[in-house]
């Protein structure tokens, strides 16, 4: 994994803290909270009925403050660096754990704990994506410059159109995006593992059920501090991040010197409001980031369409076929903690299809980031990944019995999930992989846009030049120049895209299994695939013909 540290602009201890610590656990804190929220809300808090309908609220309640909060932390990462978002992030996280487990009611004491743990967790989520780009930059800047006077000196449009000179050839961010899906794989292992079954090693020793849940809070709050300090001392110095702090907040652009040669690079010069209206308006002039967008939407969608509908649709099957015998049956909305109470069979099997296929995606999740590397102009491992998210969801969607054994059931559901497993952990990786390329290479014209600023400084002009300044000058300079500081909020609307994937399929989708079908879902996100797929060909087309969208 660390075969080649040349490649990254980060060091060994920098990208080690980003893989071990950023990635996993951004998802294990919230695989733990997802998981154990049932017991939180009968053993703890003692609700006896409409615990599903509580449950799935304080979910959606969750997933609408991601929304919002995903943005404004990728905003503020382009000013105080990502290293203070993701420590304050996982401080928020045990404060929540915490704050969590003291509520005596749902309304409003659990349901204000999981909102501030929405904070924290979008904080940390949108994190994974703004700090790769700044991992897996350049390594050797002086190289780069020439490369970029090189094309510069020829045509801008060479720079927007992503054709570098063969020293940029190398794809870093590609590589390490796989490893990053295989290390937030193990992060959802690691609360399924060591997380979750505390609470049951708590009661062996004596604790009641609400002392053990209890116990087990703050255990896993006191893991959270760890990451925030391991965070704090591991994420510093960041190739790029020197000149951010929280001064930075109240700073403006000037041209006054710097002690820190990468400030104007770095510095943000927009508005707040801007940086968000740019990096949203970003999705639709630049391909790379579009298409990281869509992927993002789509990763999002995929996790829940395995997690949530797949056990849903087995319990559907199970009920309806009469092979459950148990008397109770399960509340509605109340997802996989009243499945196995009500239907153990139909929970075995769920289990089984979901781990099989989370499985797939954790060993396969290197490779796409191998692949991704090989194919970036027309990124065919994303393409792959859609086209069989869409063969996946359909066969599955069209199959008689989700069992896999006899007389009614067969092996070859495996590989359907073997197929949905490909094609979550394909959109994750390559979304990541396409989404910081983007943003890498774009910022081409770092070093071009250093010499224009002293240019206008020294001429006591701050405006914007005439096109006959510079080559980067006039609409082209305003096209690009703030690309560079705009990591951490293009990472923020990455993550509202997928927020909004969730939010689309777990509604309508869930609507439409109750009224119509429980393989509607399925075929939504056949949907979603092949939108992915359509756009990822017409972005190859452009990219091969080298048509440019109008900016």
């Not at 995903?70 to 382009?78: A, F, H, M, N, R």
């Not at 969590?100 to 749902?106: C, D, E, K, S, W």
């Not at 998210?389 to 067969?410: M, R």
Request: glycine share 10%; charged share 15%.
């Amino acid at each position: 994994m660390m075969a080649s540290p040349a490649l990254f602009t980060a060091s060994r201890s920098q990208t080690l803290t980003y893989l071990l610590a950023v990635c996993p656990f951004s998802i294990a804190f919230l695989v733990f909270i997802n998981s154990s929220i049932s017991f939180v809300v009968t053993d703890l808090i003692g609700l006896q009925h409409g615990e599903g309908d509580a449950v799935g609220t304080l979910g959606f309640a969750d997933e609408l403050l991601a929304l919002v909060a995903c943005p404004l932390w990728g905003v503020l990462s382009d000013r105080i660096g990502v290293r203070h978002v993701c420590t304050a992030g996982y401080a928020i996280l045990a404060l929540a754990l915490v704050v969590f487990v003291q509520a005596t009611n749902v309304y409003p004491q659990l349901l204000l704990g999981r909102l501030l743990f929405s904070v924290g967790g979008s904080a940390v989520s949108t994190m994974v994506t703004a700090v790769l780009p700044t991992v897996t930059g350049r390594a050797d800047p002086q190289a780069n410059r020439e490369s970029v006077s090189s094309e510069l000196t020829i045509t801008p449009e060479r720079a927007r159109n992503g054709q570098h000179a063969p020293g940029t050839s190398a794809s870093p961010s590609a590589r390490l995006s796989g490893f990053v899906g295989t290390c937030a794989g193990c992060g959802a292992l690691v609360a399924l593992s060591v997380f979750l079954p505390l609470a049951a090693r708590f009661e062996k020793i004596g604790l009641s059920p609400a002392q053990a849940i209890q116990r087990s809070y703050y255990v896993v709050a006191a893991v959270a501090l760890i990451i925030s300090l391991v965070c704090f001392v591991g994420l510093r110095d960041l190739p790029g991040e020197r000149s951010k702090s929280w001064s930075a907040l109240w700073k403006s652009d000037s041209c006054e010197d710097d002690e820190d040669e990468d400030s104007f690079v770095d510095y943000p010069k927009l508005s707040y409001w801007k940086q968000l209206s740019t990096a949203l308006t970003l999705g639709f002039r630049n391909r790379s980031i579009g298409l990281g967008y869509i992927g993002g939407f789509v990763a999002r969608a995929s996790s829940v369409g395995i997690s949530l509908f797949i056990p849903l649709a087995v319990n559907h099957y199970y009920r309806t076929s009469g092979l459950c015998h148990e008397e109770r049956e399960p509340l509605p909305g109340s997802g996989l903690g009243d499945i196995k109470k009500a239907c153990p069979r139909a929970y075995i099997v769920a289990s089984i299809l979901t781990g099989s296929s989370q499985l797939v995606a954790l060993i396969a999740a290197p490779a796409f980031g191998y692949l991704t590397d090989k194919s970036r102009r027309y990124n065919f491992p994303l393409l792959s990944a859609a086209l069989v998210g869409i063969i996946g969801y359909v066969i599955f969607a069209c199959l008689p019995s989700p069992q896999f054994e006899k007389p009614d059931g067969s092996l070859w559901v495996f590989m359907v999930m073997a197929l949905l497993g490909i094609s979550q952990i394909g959109a994750i990786v390559c979304s990541l992989a396409v989404l910081s390329n983007g943003i890498l290479r774009v910022s081409i014209d770092d070093e071009a846009l250093r010499k224009l600023h002293e240019e206008r400084c020294a001429n006591g002009d701050e405006n914007e030049p005439d096109e006959d300044q510079s080559l980067l000058g006039g609409s082209v300079n305003r096209r690009l120049e703030h690309l560079s500081h705009l990591k951490g909020s293009i990472a923020g609307v990455y993550s509202l895209y997928g927020g909004v994937g969730i939010l689309l399929l777990t509604k309508v989708g869930g609507l439409l299994f109750d009224v119509l079908s429980s393989s509607t879902p399925f075929f939504i996100m056949a949907g979603f695939n092949g939108v992915l797929l359509t756009t990822g060909i017409i972005c190859g087309s452009m990219n091969h013909f080298g048509f440019e969208i109008s900016r």
